[in-house]
């Protein structure tokens, strides 16, 4: 059971806005710790996709948005491509227990 | 740009350790933190720990008993050591620089290819 709570996934078809949300507590994002982001395409290794709550880092399109509000973050999709068929996480930290990088469980976006 | 990559073995036996390393280009490893992450079969993305140019530590108290990072600042790299491997720890396993402004609010980038490491007796 992860930390941080993603729904196990989402669809939408091409073009549409999809939202990721990922739900926290008072230890970690409700505590004003940062919110991070990656793309893990199929057979891939995690990318970076959103740092600190909304930066794109370069390169990054920005039909990529993410936001936070108090103990919850969101990842946004508009314009939504078949190659963004993906599992997405989100990551932050947690106070409790000396400190702990924990990531969210993961969501599967579905293009239909 | 910055690169990782792992290397160690791919199969691993039950109660033995497991050890890995990851060499970075194009940056020193003097910078920033570098970090371990895995990721099992199917499952989510877990935070193994980082270390720094200097040795400093700091690990997920789930899996601080049985961990051990070092860092080779001469080959520029770092090392990862999982003692007592059970199939519970069959797992892809990611190095990452942990970057940003302070210790806290850092996030992974760059990461590696992975490396699977499979535990069986």
């Known amino acids: 059971q992860s930390v941080l709570t993603q729904p196990p996934s989402v669809s939408g078809a091409p073009g549409q806005r999809v939202t990721i949300s990922c739900a926290g507590s008072s230890s970690n994002i409700g505590a004003n710790y940062d919110v991070h982001w990656y793309q893990q395409l199929p057979g891939k290794a995690p990318k970076l996709l959103i740092y600190t709550n909304t930066n794109r880092p370069s390169g990054v399109p920005d039909r990529f948005s993410g936001s936070k509000s108090g103990t919850s973050a969101s990842l946004a999709i508009t314009g939504l491509q078949a190659e963004d068929e993906a599992d997405y996480y989100c990551q932050s930290y947690d106070n409790r227990l000396s400190g702990l990088r924990v990531f969210g469980g993961g969501t599967k976006l579905t293009v239909l | 740009q910055v690169q990782l990559q792992e290397s160690g073995p791919g199969l691993v036996k039950t109660s033995e350790p497991l050890s890995l390393t990851c060499a970075v280009s194009?940056?020193?490893?003097?910078?920033?933190?570098w970090s371990w992450i895995r990721q099992s079969p199917g499952k989510g993305l877990e935070w193994i720990g980082y270390i720094d140019y200097s040795g400093a530590t700091n690990y997920n108290p789930s899996l601080k008993s049985r961990v051990t990072m070092s860092v080779d600042t001469s080959k520029n790299q770092f090392s990862l050591k999982l003692s007592s491997v059970t199939a519970a720890d069959t797992a892809v396993y990611y190095c990452?620089?942990?970057?940003?402004?302070?210790?806290?609010?850092?996030?992974?980038?760059?990461w590696g290819r992975g490396t699977l490491v499979t535990v069986s007796s």
């Open positions: 194009g940056d020193s490893i003097t910078t920033y933190y």
């Open positions: 990452a620089r942990y970057v940003g402004p302070q210790q806290a609010d850092n996030w992974f980038d760059p």
